[in-house]
C-alpha cells in the first residue's frame, strides 16, 4: 500500500563510540562516582574505603536513598515533593512519643508509623492529583506544617533513648550465620582480623546474580535483534560492578558484617528499579510524566497514578523517618531539616528531568551515593561546612548541565 | 518585473545529510511564491537559509534580495531588512494582550517607558489592514489559531514587511478562516508586499500563487509561472512525489454491514460555561466496513462531540447512549471506552496522541499494556515484537522502533498515533483530522490504512477540515454546525457545495 518506498533500514550494530555517545549519561555517572571515590580514596590517605567508615556511608545514606526511591517516582510522574524532610522529622518524633513516652511495642509502632506516612502522602497527594494544585505549592506547606507537628509533638525537646531492638533497625548487623571455624580460616587466610562469612556470601551472590541477569538479557536481546551493549563495555561495566561490590562486602566482612540497613535499602532499590522497569505501573508513571494529556486519553487513570505516587513517596519518607530516629537514637525537632533538598539533588544527579518521564531508580541511588561520598570524603579531609554546601550545589549544576547538553546534542 | 529575491545554488549540509542541494528560488517583486514539497524535502531549511536561522557562511551559494548580495548573520538582521518569517507553530504569548504581542521587541516607547496610546492606535490601524476586530486589549489566548494567525501578519506588518514568508499558515484553519486569509494575502499582495507561501493545500497554491516552485530531495525539481502555463494540481502532485498519481485517494470496495455504533441524544454542555449548550442532541450511527466523515467548520463542534463521547474528555453535564454493535456501552471514562471498543486519534498529535521523549514501541503498547503483560509484569521483547510488527505493516520509516517520537515526521508521527490504537482492538475508531500537515505521500499511505480497516469490518468516522478528503474517503457525511448534525449526505449525494450550503442555511 505504500507509494514512497521505504528507507528505513534494520538497525545496524553500533560502533563503540557511538554506542557510548549515547548512553554517555548512565556510564558517566558511574564513572563520575567511581573518580571521585578514587580522588577521596588518595586524599583522605585510604580513610574512604576502610571497613569502618564503608559501614558509616552506608548508614548515613540509608534515609536519603530510600526516600529518593519515592522521590523518582514522584519527579518521574511530573510532581515533586518538598515535604519528605519534614515529613521524615515528624514521623521519628511520632515514634519517639509512642516508644518512649508511650511504652507502644516497638513492632506497632513501626506499622504505625508507616501507615501514618501513607495517610500523610495522600493528604498531600489528594489536593495535587484531585485539585490540580501544584505539587511544589501542597508540599510546600506540607513541609512547613510537618515542621511545626513535630516541634509541637517533641514540645521542642529532643526525645530518647529507643530500646535497643529499635535500634537495630539502623545500627544493627544480621549475625553470621555460618559456623565460626569458617570465618576464622578466611580470616587467617586474608590476613584479616575476622570475616563475616555471610556478609561475603551475599557478596558473591549477589555478583554472581548481576552478571547472570546481565548475560540472559543480553541473549534475550541478541535473539530479538535489539541494539546491544558492544562486548568490551558489557565486560568492563560488569567488571567494575562485581569488582565494587565484591570489595565492599569483603570490606563490610572484616568490620561487622552485613548492616540490616543495607539489606532493608538493597531489597526496596530492587523492588522499586522492578516496579519502574517491568511493570505495567511503572510504565504508566512514565507516560503520566512524558504527557499527562496523551496518557489520559490513553486510558490511564491519571489521578489516581499521581496520587499513590504520593502516597508512595509518604511510606518511605516514614521508613526514612524511623531508621534516621534509630540511628541517632533519638528524635529531635530538627531531625530532617533541609534533607529534601539532598533527596531531589540525589535525583537528579541520577538523570531525572525536572520536567518529569525521565529518570531511573538505579541513576537515583547512584546519585545519592555519589552526594553522600562527596559528603563523606570532605568531612573527612576536613573541608568545611562552607565549601562543602559550594560543592555540593555546583556538582548538583554540573550534572544538570551535563544533561541538557546531552539532550541538546542528540538533537 | 524585477526579482525581489534570488537564491542561487544553495547548497546545504548537516553532518551527514545534504539537506539543500543547489536549489534556485527566484521570487519576482509584488508575487505570491508557492513552495510546495513534501516534508523533509527542505522547504523550511531552505527559508531558514533565508531568514538568517542559518547564518552566512553556514551554506554554499548566493542569496541576491533587493538588488544586491545579501549575507544575513541572524533573523534580526534578515528582519531589519523586511524579510518576516511566519512560522508554523505561532509565536505569540497567549496571555498578553494583541497590542502587547504586536510590539513584543518593538515597543513603542521612549526611554523604555512605554506609549500605550501610541501603541494601540497603532495596533487599531494594523488590525484594520489585516480585517481583524478585535480590542488591541484582548489577550490574545482568547483568539481562535485563524484569528492568532491573523495577527501574526498584523505583527509582520508593522515591522515594513518586504518579503513575507509564512510557513503552512492555513493548515490549523477552517474553510472559511482559510479562505479570508488567502482574500488577504491577495490584498496585500495588491499593496505591493511579496510573499512566498509553504502549503500542503494545493487547491489553495492554485487560488492564489503566481508562481510555484517544487522542491524535491533538497533540490529544485520545477517552477510553474501561473501567467504563461496552467498550473494543476496533478502537475505538481507528480513533481512532488517523482511519479504520477493517478488517484489521490485509494480505491476500496464499499460495503457496508449491520450498524456498529450509534449514539442518540447526545448532549453536551461547556466544560466552564454550565449555560452553553456545545453538543445539542446529536444523533448518528456508523456501520461495520463503513468510512463515515463528520464536515463542519473550525469550531462546529466536531472535536467536542468526539471527545465528550470517548471517556467524557470533554464537557459537563453529559446525556445520551451510546452503543456498540446494539448493546449500549458504559463509556463514562476512557479506559471504560477503550474496552468498549471505541478508539480515538486526536486532532492534535503531539500534545494529546503521544509521548514525544519516548520510543516507538513505548508509544505503540501504550493504550494497550495488558496486551504485552502479563500479571502486571511487561514483556518488552513481546512490546518490540508489537512494535515491529505495526512498523511494517504501517511503513513507518525509522532506523528501529527504540526511535524517539520526535524524530520522526509528521506522517510517520501519525502512524504510530494509529498503530497505538489499533493494537488497541477497538471496533470503532474516530479520526480527528487524521492527515492534518502531513504531505501527500503519507496522506494516501493512511487512507490506505482507513481503507484495510474498513475492510476488517471496523467502523471509521472521519472528522476532517479538508473537504476534498471526506468527500474523497467517505461512505456516508454528516455535516455538523454550532453543535448540531444539520444533515447527512451519502456519498453520491455529497459535493463540496452541497456540504457548504447545509452549513449556511441552518
Known sequence: ?411 | MSALLEMRSITKTFPGVKALDEVNLTVREGEIHALVGENGAGKSTLMKVLSGVYPAGSYDGEIHYAGGLAEFRDIADSEKRGIIIIHQELALVPLLSIAENLFLGNEQASRGVIDWRGTFRRTEDLLRKVGLREAPTTLVDKLGVGKQQLVEIAKALSKEVRLLILDEPTAALSESDSQALLDLLLELKAQGVTSIIISHKLNEVRRVADTVTVIRDGSTVSTMDARTQEITEDAIVRDMVGRDMAHRYPARDRRAGDVLFAVKDWNVWHPEHADRQVIKSANFEVRAGEVVGIAGLMGSGRTELAMSIFGRSYGQNISGRVSIKGQEVDVSRVDRAIDAGLAYVTEDRKSLGLILEEPINRNVSLAHLQGVSKNGILNDNLETEVAERYRKAMNIRTPSVFQKVMNLSGGNQQKVVLSKWLFAEPEVLILDEPTRGIDVGAKFEIYGIINELSAMGKGVLMISSEMPELLGMCDRIYVMNEGALVGELTAEEASQERIMSLIVTE
Request: glycine share 12%; proline share 2%; aromatic share 10%.
Open chain 1, 1 to 411: 500500500m505504500s507509494i514512497a518506498e521505504t528507507t528505513g533500514t534494520e538497525a545496524e550494530p553500533m560502533g563503540i563510540r557511538e554506542y557510548l555517545l549515547g548512553h554517555l549519561r548512565t556510564y558517566g555517572l558511574l564513572f563520575a562516582l567511581i573518580a571521585i571515590m578514587v580522588f577521596f580514596q588518595i586524599t583522605t590517605s585510604g580513610t574512604l574505603l576502610r571497613p569502618v567508615n564503608i559501614t558509616n556511608l552506608l548508614l548515613q545514606n540509608s534515609y536519603i536513598i530510600i526516600m529518593a526511591l519515592g522521590m523518582l517516582i514522584v519527579i518521574v510522574s511530573g510532581n515533586i515533593d518538598l515535604s519528605v524532610g519534614s515529613v521524615m522529622g515528624f514521623i521519628g518524633a511520632l515514634a519517639a512519643v509512642m516508644i518512649v513516652q508511650m511504652d507502644v511495642p516497638y513492632l506497632l509502632a513501626i506499622v504505625i508509623c508507616l501507615v501514618a506516612g501513607g495517610l500523610i502522602g495522600a493528604a498531600q497527594g489528594y489536593w495535587v492529583a484531585y485539585w490540580k494544585i501544584p505539587s511544589f505549592i501542597v508540599t510546600l506547606a506540607g513541609m512547613l506544617v510537618f515542621r511545626g507537628l513535630s516541634l509541637l509533638l517533641l514540645e521542642g525537646q529532643s526525645v530518647g533513648p529507643f530500646p535497643r531492638e529499635f535500634q537495630a533497625l539502623a545500627n544493627g548487623f544480621v549475625s553470621d550465620i555460618f559456623p565460626a571455624g569458617i570465618g576464622q580460616t578466611l580470616a587467617a587466610i586474608f590476613g584479616a582480623r575476622q570475616v563475616n562469612v555471610l556478609a561475603l556470601g551475599v557478596g558473591i551472590i549477589a555478583a554472581f546474580a548481576i552478571v547472570y541477569s546481565g548475560l540472559r538479557a543480553r541473549a534475550r536481546n541478541r535473539a530479538y535483534g535489539v541494539v546491544d551493549e558492544p562486548r568490551a563495555f558489557f565486560v568492563a561495566r560488569n567488571v567494575i560492578v562485581v569488582g565494587a561490590i565484591v570489595f565492599i562486602m569483603y570490606k563490610l566482612s572484616t568490620f561487622r558484617g552485613l548492616p540490616n540497613v543495607l539489606i532493608t535499602m538493597g531489597v526496596l532499590t530492587l523492588i522499586y528499579a522492578f516496579l519502574t522497569e517491568r511493570t505495567v505501573l511503572g510504565r504508566r508513571v512514565y507516560a503520566l510524566g512524558g504527557n499527562q494529556k496523551a496518557a489520559k486519553l490513553s486510558g490511564i487513570k491519571t489521578e489516581r497514578l499521581t496520587f499513590l505516587a504520593f502516597v508512595n513517596m509518604g511510606v518511605l519518607a516514614a521508613a526514612a523517618g524511623l531508621v534516621f530516629a534509630a540511628r541517632l537514637n533519638t528524635a529531635t525537632p530538627k531531625a530532617g531539616f533541609a534533607l529534601e533538598l539532598d533527596v531531589i539533588a540525589a535525583v537528579f544527579i541520577g538523570g531525572a528531568s525536572m520536567s518529569g518521564g525521565v529518570g531511573t531508580i538505579v541513576g537515583a541511588v547512584v546519585g545519592a551515593f555519589l552526594m553522600g561520598v562527596l559528603n563523606n570524603g570532605m568531612s573527612i579531609m576536613g573541608i568545611g561546612i562552607d565549601y562543602q554546601q559550594m560543592i555540593k550545589g555546583l556538582v548538583l549544576l554540573a550534572a544538570v548541565i551535563f544533561d541538557v547538553y546531552n539532550k541538546s546534542k542528540q538533537g
